[in-house]
């Protein structure tokens, strides 16, 4: 049984980040990733259509809110995918 953990993006979409052989790989996984590589968006992991857990959920309600807002906006948020990108890219080489 395998593993998946998600970035939760602004529009409810899933991103697969990573794939795990136990749910504990998997949370942590996520716990790291949210707190120390991306602190902007919210993660969840699935197995299937099953969400085991979510991390950071409350993340997606505060980027909604600063996106509709204009706190966040333009340069700022290709930045953050730039970031992300790269950190993404990081950890699937591990």
């Not at 953990?5 to 998997?26: M, P």
């Not at 949210?34 to 991390?55: A, C, K, P, Q, V």
């Not at 409350?58 to 996106?67: D, F, G, M, Q, T």
Request: charged share 30%; proline share 1%; net charge negative.
């Amino acid at each position: 049984m395998h593993y998946a953990l998600y970035r939760v993006n602004d529009d409810g979409t899933r991103t697969e980040v990573s794939k795990h052989a136990t749910a504990y790989e998997g949370i942590v996984e996520g716990a790291r990733i949210t707190e120390h590589m991306d602190f902007d968006y919210s993660y969840e992991l699935r197995n299937g259509r099953n969400t085991i857990t979510t991390f950071r959920p409350n993340r997606v309600a505060y980027r909604e809110w600063a996106l509709r807002t204009c706190r966040l906006q333009g340069e700022y948020i290709h930045s953050l995918d730039d970031r992300y990108d790269h950190d993404v890219d990081e950890a699937m080489s591990r």
